[in-house]
């Protein structure tokens, strides 16, 4: 039997505020054997990566919002054209510009509208660690970054201004949290769509679990559509239609949207 394949955002959904995996083994591996779990996630493939040994839920991912996808075992075609980087087990392609190249045109874009911010690409691991709030081999881990940039979001001007100005430069921004995310690569849902195309999989097989901005072109990729309730519902999540609306917050939601897919009231 074919299993529904759950595209997953990972921050305040499958771990906590905390960065920690709640979720027992046993919980996990009754998942891995009803569900095939692809993490998407504006994360480092590095960071996914780890995130899945650290679980057990091994297979295919999307990074860096969309500008990353990470093949287990891609088909042919795939092998023998558009293959950008192996890594360990994952065979990576990139969608945009990479990120050295769009680090160039970020600080001259920001440098022409005099506005100084801290740069998560540039950073020490140290440095990156503070600001992050991780020990230091979680940030070593967030800054192998293949296809974005990321630069902090407190700055002096509104953000939809400044998404114009990179707008008008082919670069889009994704705000995720503590970070802007710059890239010229797909967005999650275009790099869900372009994997459901790519595996050949029935589109009604899908489901998709997300709880912030950067969720809503996932969310509208997939067939079936879960919604996390941190502390109330995001707004732009908010308008999509016939989407589950999950009653318990954070790792609690991402449970019970098992349990809806489940049929079944508990999952342990």
């Given at each position: 039997m074919k299993k529904t394949i759950i595209f997953?955002?990972?921050?305040?959904?499958?771990?906590?505020s905390s960065y920690n995996i709640v979720f027992s083994r046993t919980f996990l591996k009754k998942t891995a054997d009803k569900f095939r779990i692809v993490f998407v996630s504006s994360r480092t493939a590095e960071e996914i990566i780890y995130l899945q040994n650290s679980t057990g839920l091994k297979?295919?991912?999307?990074?860096?919002?969309?500008?990353?996808?990470?093949?287990?075992?891609?088909?042919?075609?795939?092998?023998?054209?558009?293959?950008?980087?192996?890594?360990?087990?994952?065979?990576?392609?990139?969608?945009?510009k990479c990120a050295v190249e769009l680090l160039s045109e970020t600080e001259s874009i920001l440098k022409k509208l005099?506005?100084?911010?801290?740069?998560?690409?540039?950073?020490?691991?140290?440095?990156?660690?503070?600001?992050?709030?991780?020990?230091?081999?979680?940030?070593?881990?967030?800054?192998?970054?293949r296809a974005t940039v990321l630069f902090r979001s407190e700055i002096p001007t509104a953000n939809?201004?400044?998404?114009?100005?990179?707008?008008r430069s082919g670069i889009s921004l994704v705000f995720g949290g503590k970070w802007l995310s710059a890239s010229t690569g797909f967005d999650k849902g275009e790099a869900v769509k372009y994997y459901i195309k790519t595996m050949?999989?029935?589109?009604?097989?899908?489901?998709?679990?997300?709880?912030?901005?950067?969720?809503?072109?996932?969310?509208n990729a997939v067939s079936k559509k879960f919604i996390i309730n941190n502390d109330g519902y995001n707004e732009k999540l908010n308008t999509i239609?016939?989407?589950v609306k999950l009653k318990q917050p954070g790792t609690k939601g991402w449970k019970e949207m098992i349990s809806i897919l489940s049929e079944v009231h508990e999952v342990r």
């Open positions: 997953s955002d990972i921050d305040g959904t499958f771990i906590d297979g295919d991912f999307i990074a860096e919002n969309g500008s990353v996808l990470g093949f287990f075992d891609p088909p042919v075609h795939i092998k023998n054209s558009v293959i950008s980087e192996t890594l360990k087990e994952h065979h990576l392609i990139f969608t945009g005099n506005i100084k911010t801290v740069i998560l690409n540039k950073l020490e691991p140290d440095t990156a660690a503070v600001f992050s709030d991780y020990d230091k081999a979680s940030a070593i881990r967030s800054l192998s970054r939809s201004a400044l998404a114009d100005e990179f707008r050949n999989i029935d589109p009604e097989m899908t489901a998709g679990v997300g709880n912030s901005d950067n969720d809503f072109s996932l969310l239609e016939n989407a």
